[in-house]
């Protein structure tokens, strides 16, 4: 396969696989398809004459493009904007997108680019995937991104430094299991994103994170018995607990981080990952595991009391955010009871 820049010669292929892209991941694309095909001619070929968008091939077949642009203001010059990107599922997995990406990256290092933006639909965690391991690296998110039948949905915005090595973002490993130091930077997009939805749930707050440096967070994972389930090099879910301090409370665990994204919920994530904290907790003796939920969060304690807990009790004014003071509902299972 190979890579070009796209001309106006191009614009009939290049339209066609712009529809079957829009089909097939309508969230990925501001434009719905019947907005795509309304295009006006001019307008296609005004984007495709201006050298920013790029054409795979295999041999003289499209099967996917890619746009770069670069900042046209002179303080901004060095960042570039990539999108939209898009790989036919018939030559998906065969190395295509790679090429693209490193063309791109080759053609915005010869343009004076410093720094590659993006934006990507939260849920699909196969492009979050490949763009982390080109080097991107979550920093924000947009709320509601797109509103597609009357449901909002996120996107991530990402970004690479190409004046950085891409080797010194690493990716987590997929699957359910343990965090460690080395996983810092996925677990704090998770954790920013916690805090920004559910600030009054937790007792850091979003500046808290937003501000520590990378030392910090990887002491605060390596103190932490802190589990996840993790797709495409992105946490989804996360639970984590802690041996209380001092002889006398050592059998007594905390629990603390338990969050599901609101893209991945409804797939039993929060069990997987309550079940790896008890597992763990109780093979390292611990007898009873505790906890605090918001009393406004009902949802939250249905399903501590499904997962076994029992609530002990309410402690009023807790938490206190911006001057409005949380109660929270305190919990325990004892694990020494488990069958």
């Not at 449901?151 to 690479?160: A, K, N, T």
């Not at 597992?279 to 611990?286: G, V, W």
Request: proline content about 5%; glycine content about 8%.
């Amino acid at each position: 396969m190979t890579v070009r820049r796209l001309t106006v010669e191009d614009a009939a292929a290049y339209q066609a696989l712009r529809l079957e892209g829009i089909a097939a991941f309508p969230l990925s694309f501001l434009q719905t398809r019947e907005e795509a095909e309304a295009s006006e001619p001019e307008e296609l070929a005004k984007r495709l004459n201006s050298g920013g968008t790029y054409g795979l091939f295999d041999w003289d077949k499209l099967v996917g493009f890619a746009g770069l642009s670069q900042q046209p203001w002179t303080m901004a010059r060095h960042r570039a904007h990539i999108g939209p990107f898009y790989v036919s599922a018939s030559h998906q997995g065969q190395g295509g997108a790679q090429a693209l990406m490193d063309r791109m990256v080759a053609d915005a290092e010869t343009m004076g680019v410093r720094q590659l933006e993006l934006w990507v639909w939260s849920g699909n965690t196969r492009a979050i995937a490949f763009y982390t391991k080109n080097g991107f690296a979550p920093v924000g998110v947009m709320p509601q991104a797109v509103i597609q039948d009357g449901r909002p949905h996120d996107d991530l915005f990402m970004v690479r430094q190409l004046d950085q090595p891409a080797s010194h973002v690493v990716p987590a490993k997929d699957g359910l299991r343990r965090l460690h130091p080395e996983d810092w930077m996925a677990f704090r997009d998770i954790r920013l994103d916690m805090l920004r939805r559910d600030p009054t749930a937790f007792g850091s707050t979003h500046a808290d994170w937003a501000g520590k440096p990378q030392a910090e967070i990887e002491a605060w994972i390596a103190k932490m018995h802190l589990f996840a389930v993790v797709e495409g090099g992105r946490c989804l879910a996360t639970a984590a607990w802690y041996p209380l301090p001092g002889a006398t409370v050592r059998h007594r665990g905390a629990v603390i981080a338990v969050y599901t994204r609101p893209e991945a919920r409804g797939r039993g994530l929060f069990r997987q990952v309550m079940t790896a904290v008890e597992r763990d907790a109780k093979a390292s003796s611990i007898l009873q595991l505790e906890l605090d939920v918001s009393a406004d969060q009902d949802a939250a304690q249905s399903a501590y009391l499904a997962q076994g807990y029992a609530i002990l009790g309410r402690s009023p004014r807790a938490l206190c955010h911006d001057g409005v003071y949380c109660d929270m509902i305190m919990m325990l299972k004892r694990l020494d009871r488990d069958a």
